[in-house]
């Protein structure tokens, strides 16, 4: 494929329709974990060469997009002129493709088997399943649950994050932004003032977040009007950083997963389905992704997988392991996976009682389908003026 100005192969622009292999993985070269060591190669010659070709640059700004999959920027009905001009390549994000899980193997460089932020909500101790982006299990310290050290805490230079303010001092944050100076963004709504505030930082490394398309599209849709209109605001920003950044920057533009509508004639509750509902003590993960917690995961994942059809996969914990990693999980790791993980195919969806706030989700994520599991890089290199 030729090659940009920029460094990045320019892939094929067309939304995601493939099927998934045997082991439930989509072959793709190139993943989230390794963006942060292709960037760690360029600042610093001892660290070995990263996987992905990015630009030499002076420093990188990375932002990254909540909920930005490659088949929903590069689908025809999206509005994106900025994005859709920069140099692309395809990444691959590990299961679950959900935001706390993405967050850390980006910042780490490691997939969730490793870091152990195994899903949206997962089992922390006996009868507790804690709500990653919440923390709300006060006896879960975030070093101890995610041990692993970040790239902002292993580069030799200063580091940033520029980030919403609710966010600093929570559990998440202290879970995969370990070692990054905090930036608040004291209005996530002023595109142009968080533009120059990124501007202005000088470290040679930026983390940018930005959320609210994730938001829009778990409301409305990402198919929906509403949603076009949030990507046209993001890719305005995105122009807007171009103009700002100095001299010798290269800006980089990810997703953390994409996004999948889920139809109200496509979803179930586990409590109202006696197969389902048979057998399990706790249910984790998200309406895509389940963790099911049971002593009898044999018998459990079988009655899953007579309900599910083809609508899923249920796999009892065993043979659900390499869906999170190449690296099997420790054994602090594994007790968070479920005794029975269950990945919803097309756009199927579990729903939980526990969990009331799904009910009124539009957009989902956190299964193995291409649309949820292939997100863009993006390059743009700023040049002398």
């Known amino acids: ?23 439930r993985r989509v072959s793709l070269p190139a993943a ?39 088949s929903n ?9 900025v994005m859709k001009a920069m140099a692309s390549q395809m990444l691959t994000v590990w299961l679950p493709s959900t935001t706390a899980a993405s967050l850390t193997s980006l910042t780490t460089g490691v997939a969730p088997s490793v870091h152990g932020i195994v899903g949206f909500s997962f089992r922390t101790r006996p009868g507790f399943v804690m709500s990653t982006m919440a923390w709300d299990d006060a006896q879960s310290a975030p070093e101890d649950v995610q041990p692993v050290k970040t790239w902002f805490e292993k580069l030799p230079m200063p580091t940033t994050a ?18 990054a100076d905090l930036v608040v963004v004291p209005n996530e709504r002023n595109f142009a003032a968080r533009a120059g505030q990124a501007g202005e930082i000088p470290t040679q490394v930026t983390l940018v977040y930005e959320r609210s398309l994730d938001h829009i599209a778990h409301l409305a849709g990402w198919t929906s009007t509403r949603w076009r209109r949030g990507l046209s605001a ?6 807007a950083l171009q103009q700002v950044v100095p001299a010798g920057t290269c800006l980089l533009v990810t ?12 979803r179930a509750f586990i409590e109202d389905e006696p197969l389902l509902a048979s057998g399990v003590d706790l249910i984790g993960g998200e309406a895509r992704l389940r963790h099911i917690y049971t ?25 659900a392991l390499r869906w999170f990693g190449e690296d099997a999980p420790g054994p602090a790791v594994s007790k968070r996976i479920g005794d029975v993980v269950v990945a919803m195919s097309q756009d199927w969806a579990l729903l939980t009682k526990t969990r009331p706030g799904e009910t009124g989700l539009v957009g989902m994520h956190g299964s193995w389908t291409p649309l949820e599991r292939t997100v863009p890089l993006l390059s743009f290199m700023k040049g002398e003026s």
């Open 1 to 23: 494929m030729p090659k940009s100005a920029s460094g990045l192969t320019q892939a094929r622009r067309r939304p995601i329709v493939a099927t998934l292999c045997d082991d």
């Open 32 to 70: 989230l974990t390794d963006l942060m060591p292709s960037i760690a190669a360029k600042l610093d010659p001892g660290n070995p060469a990263g996987r992905l070709v990015i630009p030499e640059a002076l420093r990188y700004v990375i932002v990254l997009v909540d909920g930005l999959g490659w």
């Open 73 to 81: 920027l590069y689908d025809p009905s999206s509005d994106a002129p």
């Open 162 to 179: 520029l980030v919403p303010g609710v966010f600093v001092g929570s559990g998440m944050t202290k879970a995969y932004l370990r070692g």
């Open 234 to 239: 993001v890719d305005s920003f995105i122009g």
């Open 255 to 266: 997703g953390d997963h994409g996004m999948v509508d889920v139809p109200r004639s496509h």
């Open 295 to 319: 002593g009898d995961p044999v018998a459990v994942a079988a009655r899953y997988q007579k309900w599910l059809g083809g609508r899923g996969v249920a796999m009892p914990k065993a043979d």
